[in-house]
């Protein structure tokens, strides 16, 4: 009488081929670009609140900019800060400028926009001293650009809108 299963060999083939289709799946699926893309899609959804929100204020303050942008000199870039957060000035992590930080949420928070958003890879405390991961910039005319300080290394595109 013969019995009826699976040798040891034929198990740990079975094991090793479930095992060489799991890796290469993990591969296709590149969790670490999948998390950037997602903390890059959040750069870009923060950056364009921003500056809906201040043409936004713009709109129904006659052409007025914010207290913090329109006192900007135009073409200088600015770390942008949140309330109550410290002055002076700090490096966008992803040049090696420095940025003097102003505070451009008067006028804005909370009546376009709930609160300033903070870039993904930051906390509060850390937005208190550094800024909020976002720089912004006034050209001679008025328009308004706002951009990512960071970005992952999957990006194909600096994170930039203007408006």
């Known amino acids: 009488m013969q019995k009826k299963g699976f040798t040891l060999i034929e198990l740990i083939i079975?094991?090793?081929i479930i095992g060489l289709l799991a890796a290469a799946a993990f591969v296709a699926v590149n969790p670490g670009k999948r998390v950037g893309?997602?903390?890059d899609a959040k750069r870009w959804s923060d950056i364009t609140a921003i500056a809906d929100a201040i043409s936004h204020y713009a709109?129904?303050?006659n052409g007025d900019l914010p207290g913090g942008v329109s006192g900007a000199t135009a073409g200088t870039e600015y770390m942008i800060n949140i309330a109550g957060g410290s002055a002076g000035s700090e490096n966008?992590?992803?040049t090696d400028d420095t940025y003097t930080k102003i505070d451009i949420s008067s006028g804005i928070v909370p009546t376009y926009i709930p609160t300033m958003p903070l870039d993904p890879d930051l906390d509060k405390a850390t937005a208190e001293d550094d800024g909020i991961g976002y720089y912004i910039v006034k050209d001679?005319?008025?328009?308004v650009k706002i951009g990512a300080c960071s970005e992952s290394d999957y990006a194909t595109a600096s994170i930039v809108v203007q408006r």
């Open 14 to 16: 079975v094991v090793a």
């Open 140 to 143: 001679s005319e008025g328009r």
């Open 37 to 39: 893309d997602a903390s």
């Open 92 to 94: 966008c992590t992803s």
């Open 59 to 61: 709109v129904d303050h």
